[in-house]
């Protein structure tokens, strides 16, 4: 960031200050927005400080002459920088500046050549006249930007001069010896400007140009702006000490695009902007995120504090380009750019409200609170806990919790004779992985509210449905610990009790995950349903073929064997039958069976965590085909 207003001058011995004797630096350029020791912040006042553009005789608005006057005249400045900008995208400093015969002008290169004034000197000076040239072969208009120190704590940011038009390539400039920087300029030598051409990679969207080096970028599924492939994205860039914000969405169906400027990585208490189209025209509002109710709103939100510099609406492509003032209060609550640093996050939705956006489709938050007018790299804020979560509860409930219960309910009267830890084979196995859904469930529950730090917000049935299973699951083993002797009148009730708490648990587990297919924040693919549908008419056929297998068991052995659903629930059940001594007929069968349905739903599983994992998957893919090709 520019430093040089705060090591401008010497206060004549009566505040010792650190000087800049050389002027601004070339690392300076990307904004003119200078930060002071002790946080003195920028003049808001009116500035007696003015910049003033005239076309020079010769060339025809080619040749430029650029003051920098004082109201009253005798009012004397310190320090200063001034350069020329496009006042159309991407607002590129160009031209470039005569040097000066006093040597009290100091030109610098930003991103060019000498097209940038500074002082020479800390010593007070008066008005001064530069002469500035157009690049040959540009056409059009520009404005000069300048930041004036009066004082060590007096300084104004970001002046503006009235737009000039260019209107003449190529014109020829008679030769001479420079100017004075305390007269008005004439004519002087200055070669002609050609701008050097840069091999660059073919880009698809100028809305990357510039990114990590003359603004901020960021945007939606996490790292895109590496690899130009951003859903939805915002940039900002100080342009004269001024914030200019643009907003872009590429994705299908999106009927917004916003961003928050928000003190931490979550919703609520946030500046807004919003991007809308409306009757084939776009709009741009400003908003604020309220926490309780979330939400955004535009009511008593004032909209001066930005401006609509240019906007477009093509093939479902929204375009903004905002300008916003540096310091706004908006409901109450000071935003200021300048001096305090801000999270980013980027908000996609395909519905919107009379008054306000919708909740949103897609959102992003940047990892880290920066200073907007600081360029850097932005990452988006880690989703590990949002995974961890996912893959907890999918390992849980595809995984663990059927296959225990498919245990529980097909061979109790299977590997008899045999045990595990003290119990017979099939109640060790149970035991075990309905323990791990257990163990995982309520884990992933916990994660989830710590990263959410609160109840969900998505207008979604996932919420509810989770913690209702994680009620039932918890419940669960203790009931357990209470089940009544296999003598006791009561055991019947008990077991069904038990069947009905854990086969609602595990329904609404996967109704659950249905519903988490069309959350925001689980970044699913659509397609995922299929595989989930899948799951479960895998997992009912081969209830239905074990049911089978235990008929056919029956029919065998003369006999009604545990295999069957509910036989352990039926006072009909003697102590007799529930103390068999050996397998069931066709046990065999039923062990080939579970190997079979042990073998996928263990790729139904692997297959579930990978996609929530890796979500969304599409970009995870596409990301890694360009490293390969790469």
């Known amino acids: 960031m520019w430093r ?13 200050t650190t000087t800049l004797p050389q002027g601004a630096p070339e690392s300076v350029c990307d904004t003119l927005l200078p930060f002071h020791g002790g946080g003195i912040r920028p003049m808001t006042t009116v500035s007696p400080f003015s910049i003033v553009p005239t076309a020079s005789a010769v060339g025809q608005g080619q040749i430029l002459t650029v003051e920098i006057r004082s109201v009253p005249p005798e009012l004397r400045f310190g320090g200063f920088m001034l350069h020329a900008r496009t006042t159309s995208p991407p607002y590129k400093v160009i031209g470039r500046f005569a ?54 704590d007096k300084f104004w940011v970001g002046l503006e001069s009235t737009p000039v038009q260019v209107v003449q390539r190529g ?29 660059t990679q073919l880009n698809t969207d100028s809305i990357y ?54 003190t931490d990585d979550r919703m609520g208490n946030d500046a807004g902007m919003e991007c809308i189209p409306e009757n084939g025209d776009i709009r741009a509002y400003s908003s ?8 955004a709103t535009r009511q008593q939100v004032p909209q001066n504090v930005i401006r609509l510099q240019n906007s477009s609406f093509v093939d479902g492509v929204i375009y903004c380009k905002i300008e916003r003032d540096a310091v706004t209060t908006i409901l109450g609550k000071e935003f200021d750019l300048i001096n305090n640093k801000y999270h980013l996050l980027v908000a996609l939705g395909s519905s919107v409200r009379p008054d306000s956006v919708d909740y949103h489709d897609q959102r992003l938050a940047s990892s880290q609170a920066i200073n907007l007018g600081e360029v850097q790299y932005l990452r988006g804020r880690s989703v590990l806990l949002f995974r961890l979560h996912g893959a907890f509860m999918l390992v849980a409930w595809i995984g663990a919790a059927s296959a225990g219960i498919l ?68 419940i669960q083993p203790f009931m357990a610990l209470f089940r009544p002797g296999p003598t006791d009148k009561n055991r019947p009730i008990f077991n069904w009790a038990h069947w009905f708490v854990g086969n609602a648990a595990h329904l609404l587990a996967i109704v659950t995950i249905f519903f988490a297919v069309q959350l925001t924040a689980a970044q699913l693919p659509s397609w995922y349903d299929w595989i989930l549908v899948a799951f479960v008419a895998f997992h009912v056929v081969m209830h239905f073929v074990f049911s089978i297998a235990g008929c056919v068991s029956d029919q065998s052995s003369a006999r009604r064997v ?46 579930s965590v990978v996609i929530a994992v890796l979500a969304p998957i599409g970009d995870t893919v596409r990301s890694l085909q360009s490293d390969m090709q790469n």
């Open 4 to 16: 040089i207003v705060a090591l401008l001058f010497v206060s004549n011995a009566f505040t010792p």
């Open 99 to 152: 040097p000066s015969i006093d040597g009290l002008v100091k030109l610098i290169n930003c991103d060019g050549v000498d097209n940038t004034a500074t002082h020479v000197s800390p010593s007070p000076k008066g008005d001064i006249g530069l002469q500035w040239q157009a690049p040959n072969d540009f056409l059009g208009e520009v404005v000069f930007n300048a930041t004036i120190a009066q004082e060590y």
């Open 171 to 199: 014109a020829v400039i008679p030769p001479t010896t420079g100017i004075s920087t305390t007269r008005r300029p004439v004519a002087s030598t200055v070669p002609a400007y050609v701008p050097q051409i840069k091999a």
């Open 209 to 262: 140009e510039g990114c990590g080096s003359t603004k901020n970028c960021f945007g939606t599924p996490n790292n895109c702006v590496t690899s130009q492939n951003c859903q939805g994205m915002v940039t900002v860039e100080v342009i004269g000490g001024k914030f200019h914000f643009e907003l872009k969405s590429i994705a299908n169906n999106v009927q917004y695009i916003a961003v928050g400027i928000s």
């Open 288 to 295: 604020y995120v309220t926490a309780q109710p979330l939400g």
């Open 407 to 474: 245990l529980a309910r097909y061979f109790k009267q299977t590997w008899v004779g045999s045990s595990l830890c003290g119990k017979d084979q099939w109640f060790a196995w149970h035991r075990f992985f309905m323990i791990a859904t257990w163990a995982l469930t309520i884990a992933g529950f916990v994660i989830i509210f710590v990263e959410l730090r609160g109840w969900s917000a998505a207008d979604n049935p996932h919420a509810i449905l989770g913690t209702v299973t994680t009620i039932l699951c918890f």
């Open 562 to 607: 545990n295999s069957f659903p509910m036989t352990d629930v039926s006072p009909r059940n003697s102590v007799k039958d529930q103390q068999r001594k050996v397998d069931a007929p066709y046990a065999g069968l039923r062990k080939g069976l579970l190997a079979i349905y042990l073998i996928i739903l263990s790729l139904f599983v692997i297959a």
